[in-house]
């Protein structure tokens, strides 16, 4: 990656195996159920997208958007839903489906926006995820991968609106705070 020093976290057949298993185990968990998948712009559409195509289920897809980060890499703590779903969710399985989970604030905010909702059900998937900066506690119920405490780029996730499109995940080795 040009102008960043970097190094590859996890490879194009990293991401691809472990979104097969992440689907295989929501098929068989939803069997029988019509499922809604909510991915949080922007960083999930691409997990997303991959997801939803390996997942046998009858199933909607609807995005939100929220935003908790400025240009860098800290969270602010400050969660504002900038685009919201338009379904009613009150008879849906609901799976929330987030590219990486960091202190835990963004979803856990979700969380209770979507429970006041009455769904049928609400699970989180996501991507990836760091336990070790976890700030408050959250069930997630499908997690790809636990990785340290590295900003990473890649794959859906960005570095100040950019990387979103490179094929695998990078840690970026300098500290961009
Ligand atoms: P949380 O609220 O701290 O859990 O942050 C969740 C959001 O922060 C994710 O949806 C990402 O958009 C962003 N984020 C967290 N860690 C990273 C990272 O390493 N790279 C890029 N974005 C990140
Ligand atoms: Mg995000």
């Known amino acids: 990656m040009e102008g960043l020093r970097s190094e590859i976290l996890l490879s194009e057949s990293d991401i691809s195996g472990k979104v ?22 922007r960083g999930a559409f691409v997990v997303l997208s991959d997801l939803m195509r390996k997942v046998e289920l009858s199933c909607g897809v609807a995005f939100m958007e929220v935003s908790s980060y400025g240009a860098g890499t800290t969270s602010s703590g400050i969660v504002r839903i ?3 779903i338009e379904e009613d969710i009150s008879d849906k399985h609901v799976i929330v ?25 609400l699970e989180f998937l996501t991507l990836l995820s760091k336990p070790s900066r976890r700030r408050v506690e959250l069930d997630v119920k499908y ?24 094929p695998e995940i990078y840690a970026l080795e300098e500290n961009h705070e």
Request: net charge negative; charged share 35%.
């Open 20 to 41: 097969e298993e992440l689907a295989r185990r929501v098929t068989e968990d939803y069997d029988g159920k019509e499922v809604l998948l909510i991915g949080i712009l």
């Open 82 to 84: 900038l685009k919201d």
């Open 97 to 121: 489906v987030e590219d990486i989970i960091d202190t835990g604030i963004t979803l856990s905010y979700l969380r209770r926006s979507l429970l006041a909702r009455k769904p049928e059900s």
């Open 143 to 166: 997690i790809g991968f636990e990785i340290p405490d590295e900003f990473v780029v890649g794959y859906g996730i960005d570095y100040a609106g950019k990387y979103r499109n490179l």
